[in-house]
């Protein structure tokens, strides 16, 4: 959906702060009901990891500090391990913490002896031994560590943190819970590292976070996938996510699981000049203007690019020049004057007498970023390098870019398993670590395809279960057309909804349902039930047979082995995929006061539902309420960016703008509009 994202975010941002929720149970599990159904063999992205029984893992807090010697003779010290920024800069802290952890490894004989250890660049350490002592300090210095002149020493000291956050791999079963805040996501945790081990090491593997690991250069006989490029020297590459989750398994006993899921994406060129990347764009000349219409263009494809400083006293460091973000371009060196001790001097004029540059292009646009004191300062394009590793924001791209992309990642389901298998293979994430974890091959699971509806067309009559207000309007229509009649059960479904938004929908969303019921008629007390409803996760499904794989048929679900072991969940496939291979929504039943009804008729309602959309006749991939309700709030926010909202003594109103903007109690709000 159009805006699921934006869903997700808002939804993260209500109430999650909230420490007392996770700690009342979700709905029940019930239990599935394949009796009269049509079973098909389905080929999945999950391999079973088996851990090594009864062993220790063992966790360590990390702190690495460059020490530095000022003017005047004293030190000073910057912690590279506890890392708030973001993108390359984060990345370059990664990357300096691990130059340190690796010479300390070298350096210490308790290192030498234990292990193996797994780290994670910044915080966090594992290790399948205990050391000797709870705490480890170890000085490494050289210039292998850093190249700034007034560099000291690293020190990096590993603590052992408290008990309740040790694990062992017998604590598969804590790692899942019915109350979610009470699950111990440890094991998860540092398996995740663990199974990473291989990519974090591989000079070939960049990673990005912890968990997407993407290869700089590959073999094209063993992955079939082709190259492309992009204006600035993009060039695109690929690479694959990872998670590991606690699912209920073959043998119905909590089971750990890694998925992978192929990735593909463009990258800006790593480590080359600006003033080259600019040139590759069609139609850039010597003297292009900041208000140029090339230039208006451009400009949004390198705004937010991290940059080195190739002037200065830093600019021979390497990757520990000084960095800069792109906010936009301003006046040419030549015409963009700025107070220097009372006078007024150009861009040009103060290159060259500070550092004896001659601009080659002062005419030129210059670059606009934030400088000290948080003043805006102008950088001549020729003096800039962009940083490595730097992906592509769709905002980044050009339209000719994202289509190149889309076509790229729209493979058909025997090319995408393959491929995705080839780059799980040469990343290294399917192999074993140090005979404690084992990676099986991807799991082959049994789902079933339901029977397609019977859909009688008729009646203009549309109802959208929303939160609380909406609710009761729908409550009030619904009786005025059943005869007045009391509701029995209401069915809500929510999309967007992460696994870690459940405690959010099953604690603060139920109780909004409950009063717009009660609200509405005191009396009347019907059955709820709350689905949560995702294509926010990283699961792919084929169908298998004696032919090899191909796309699920409309209407399969897969309710066993990758599903949660504690609540009703599952995967529904609806849609016909006319390109590439089609993704499977994710639903699970997380508030539910209907004991009685069997987990079949909600699979059976959910997937009946994505043949409603009525403007097409096949069925689409989610039901059809949530897939026109995504429609109608991309139209409600990209109406919020064209008109102002409604302020109320300088803070937002969100009822005095609802009203105003919104549909509700106007004629649109029972007409069809979003065709």
């Avoid at 006749?617 to 064209?642: D, E, F, K």
């Amino acid at each position: 959906m159009a805006n699921v994202n934006d869903v997700a975010g808002r939804l993260e941002a209500v109430n999650l702060n909230n420490e007392n929720l996770g700690h009342v149970p979700l709905a029940a599990k019930k239990q599935s009901l394949p009796a009269g159904r049509t079973p098909v063999q389905i080929a999945t992205n999950f391999r079973k990891l088996t851990v090594e029984k009864n062993k220790p893992i063992f966790k360590y807090s990390v702190e690495i500090n460059f020490y530095y010697k000022k003017a005047d003779g004293t030190e000073h010290s910057k912690e590279k391990s506890n890392s708030v920024a973001k993108g390359p800069e984060h990345e370059r802290n990664k990357d300096c913490c691990s130059l340190v952890y690796r010479k300390a490894a070298q350096k210490s004989p308790e290192l030498q002896k234990g292990g193996p250890f797994y780290y994670d660049r910044q915080k966090c350490l594992y290790s399948l031994t205990r050391l000797k002592n709870d705490t480890l300090t170890v000085t490494v210095t050289g210039q292998d560590i850093s190249a700034n002149p007034s560099f000291l020493r690293a020190e990096m000291k590993l603590t052992k943190v408290a008990e309740s956050f040790q694990t062992t791999s017998n604590d598969v079963a804590k790692s899942i819970n019915v109350c979610p805040a009470e699950a111990d996501k440890t094991i998860l945790e540092a398996l995740s590292l663990i199974v990473s081990g291989t990519p974090l090491d591989d000079p070939n593997v960049l990673t990005l976070g912890n968990c997407v690991h993407y290869l700089y250069e590959y073999d094209p006989a063993t992955i079939d996938i082709p190259v492309v490029g992009g204006e600035g020297l993009k060039v695109s590459a690929i690479g694959t996510s990872k998670s590991i989750k606690t699912l209920e398994g073959k043998d119905k006993t909590p089971t750990l699981y890694m998925a992978t899921e192929l990735k593909t994406t463009l990258f800006h060129p790593d480590n080359e000049e600006l003033i080259k990347v600019l040139k590759a764009y069609r139609g850039f000349n010597e003297n292009m203007k900041p208000n140029s219409t090339w230039s208006i263009s451009v400009k949004n494809c390198v705004v937010g690019l991290s940059c080195y400083l190739n002037y200065g006293r830093f600019k021979d460091l390497g990757n520990e020049r000084v960095m800069i973000k792109i906010k936009g371009f301003g006046l040419s060196a030549s015409e963009q004057k700025f107070d220097q001790n009372g006078r007024l001097v150009t861009v040009l004029q103060y290159f060259k007498d500070k550092y004896g540059i001659t601009l080659q292009y002062p005419k030129l646009f210059t670059i606009l970023a934030r400088g000290r004191d948080e003043q805006t300062q102008n950088i001549p394009v020729e003096c800039l390098v962009l940083c490595p590793s730097q992906p592509v924001r769709t905002e980044q791209m050009s339209k000719d870019e994202q289509a190149k992309l889309i076509k790229l990642a729209s493979a058909w389901p025997k090319d995408r398993q393959q491929r995705t298998n080839a780059v799980v293979a040469t990343v290294g994430l399917g192999k074993d670590r140090q005979g404690f974890v084992k990676v099986s091959e991807p799991e082959t699971v049994t789902g079933y395809v339901l029977d397609k509806p019977n859909i009688k067309f008729g009646g203009n009559q549309v109802y959208g279960p929303i939160i609380k207000t909406v609710i009761e309007r729908c409550l009030r229509e619904k009786r005025k057309n059943n005869g007045g009649l009391l509701l029995n059960n209401i069915i809500v479904y929510f999309s967007g909804v992460t696994e870690g938004q459940y405690a959010l929908v099953n604690e603060v969303y139920s109780k909004q349902v409950k009063d717009a019921c009660t609200a509405f008629d005191p009396a009347n007390r019907p059955h709820l039930t709350l689905i949560a409803a995702s294509k926010l996760h990283n699961t792919r499904l084929y169908k298998k047979d004696q032919r090899g794989v191909s796309n699920l048929e409309p209407g399969t679900i897969v309710d066993e082995t990758i599903v949660n072991p504690v609540i009703s969940e599952w995967y529904g496939s609806s849609a016909v995929a006319r390109q590439g291979t089609n993704k499977a929504a994710k639903y699970a039943i997380v508030f539910n006061t209907d004991k009685a009804t069997t987990l079949d008729k909600y699979q059976k309602l959910t997937n009946d539902l994505c043949y409603d959309h009525q403007i097409v006749y096949h069925p689409v991939s989610y039901p059809a309420p949530l897939y026109v309700a995504g429609s109608y709030s991309n139209r409600g926010a990209q109406l919020l960016a064209q008109r102002r909202d409604i302020d109320v003594n300088g803070e937002f109103d969100f009822e005095a703008t609802n009203a105003a903007l919104g549909v509700l109690d106007k004629k649109l709000f029972s007409t069809r509009y979003n065709a």
